[in-house]
């Protein structure tokens, strides 16, 4: 039977909700039969070898020839199938599952000592958040919160502890073009940096290595942070035409010091001008907690974090709440307010050609 046009959009609507990112070769292959069966044959002008996601597409869209309509309808329907049926089957039974632990791609999570620890585990990529990790460590934070544990920390497998955002993220562009695909981002990071304001349990992060662009900026949302004086900390906004998130906006400049003292220029110097601190100036700025001789760092902090393990939970998520909650709703204006301006800024010839020359190897940090 052929499939009809109900069909057709049902499956569009799986594919938004499918649990594993497909890959990208996947995604041109539904992207080219959703414009077949939507359009017909290639009608587009083909982009310059530069432009190579657009290339990429158009290339993927042009193979199809001159596929009917209707066979191209019944292949896409009959593709996002094949993904739904995947997806469950490898959702089913893991490892651990029958101790109520989730399984993540991009993370190790773990829970022991009254800890449970977050660990970004990308280290060939240096810890690059994808868009699935980002789903991840939402989810890994939520159950944290419920979880018995007393102390939530995040660290990074490797050398690094993270390198910020993907910027391969950027070319997974959804039928709605990248207008859609800037405005699903502006409403994940949102929602990403939201799950930070509200964790409600002492929250620490154990700094490894380098941290880059989002893992920097987030941490003024944590607790406690411990780095290796191996670590730096970068945000290259401006690098990357992009502008600030993580609210650190509003939480650089206060944890900095006060407006027009000297000690704020540090954060503006970060934030704007994109100046990469090491362990010692952020712990002199106040971002970071304590600097420990990365060949004592895991020993000396989980020692030190075990120990706070152990103190009275309910006293440590009611102190918690008494030192943020006044401060909450003005942090989650400060991200709705971030990521809009962010959702322009993906759209800017800075940001486009900046992400192209990093992902064309033509620039890095
Ligand atoms: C949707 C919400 C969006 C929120 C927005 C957040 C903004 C930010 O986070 S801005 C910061 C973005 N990050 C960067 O610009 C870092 C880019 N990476 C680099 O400049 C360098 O990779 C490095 C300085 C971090 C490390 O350099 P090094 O020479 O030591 O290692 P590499 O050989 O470059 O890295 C290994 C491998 O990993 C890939 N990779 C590293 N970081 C990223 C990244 N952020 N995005 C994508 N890919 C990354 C790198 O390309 C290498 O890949 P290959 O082995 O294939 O060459």
């Known amino acids: 039977m052929r499939a009809s046009q109900e069909d057709f959009e049902s499956a569009m609507n799986q594919v938004k909700l499918l649990k594993k990112d497909p890959g990208n070769e996947v995604k041109l292959r539904l992207y080219a039969l959703y414009k077949q069966a939507t359009e017909g044959p290639c009608n587009m002008p083909k982009p310059g070898v530069f432009d190579f996601i657009n290339k990429a597409k158009w290339d993927a869209w042009n193979a199809l020839g001159s596929l009917p309509k209707e066979t191209a309808r019944q292949n896409y329907v009959d593709l996002v199938s094949s993904l739904t049926s995947s997806s469950e089957s490898s959702t089913q039974v893991k490892p651990g599952a029958d101790r109520g632990q989730q ?45 018995d544990s007393t102390i939530t920390v995040v660290t990074g497998n490797g ?3 993270c390198s910020g955002n993907d910027l391969a993220n950027f070319t997974d562009i959804p039928p709605g073009g990248v207008e859609e695909k800037a405005k699903q981002s502006a409403i994940m990071l949102r929602d990403f940096v939201g799950t930070f304001i509200d964790f409600p349990k002492p929250l620490v992060a154990v700094v490894n290595g380098p941290a880059v662009g989002i893992s920097v900026t987030i941490l003024g949302l944590f ?5 290796s004086d191996r670590a730096t900390f970068h945000t290259p906004f401006s690098h ?23 000690f704020s ?32 760092f895991q020993k000396e902090v989980w020692t030190r974090l075990k120990a706070y393990s152990k103190l009275p939970p309910n006293s440590m998520r009611i102190s918690k709440q008494v030192i943020r ?12 307010e971030e990521s809009s301006v962010l959702q322009e800024r993906w759209l ?18």
Do not use: W
Not at 124 to 142: H, P, V, W
Not at 277 to 289: F, N, R
Not at 348 to 365: P, Q, R, W
């Open 103 to 147: 399984e993540y791609e991009n993370l190790v999570v773990t829970s022991e000592d009254g800890i449970t620890k977050i660990m970004f585990n990308r280290p060939t990529r240096k810890n690059a958040i994808s868009t699935q990790m980002y789903q991840e460590i939402m989810l890994a934070l939520k159950a944290a919160s419920k979880d």
């Open 240 to 262: 990357l035409g992009l502008s600030p998130e993580g609210c650190a906006s509003y939480t650089f400049p206060k944890i900095m010091g006060p407006a027009k003292s000297c």
């Open 159 to 161: 050398d690094y502890y």
């Open 348 to 365: 800017s010839d800075e940001c486009i050609n900046a992400t192209m020359n990093f992902l064309s190897k033509k620039a890095k940090l």
């Open 223 to 227: 607790d406690a942070v411990y780095a």
């Open 265 to 296: 220029f540090q954060a503006t110097e970060m934030l704007i001008f994109g100046k990469k601190l090491t362990a010692g100036e952020a712990c002199a700025q106040g971002l970071v907690t304590e600097v420990f001789p990365d060949s004592t």
């Open 325 to 336: 909650n006044m401060e909450k709703e003005k942090l989650h204006a400060v991200n709705a």
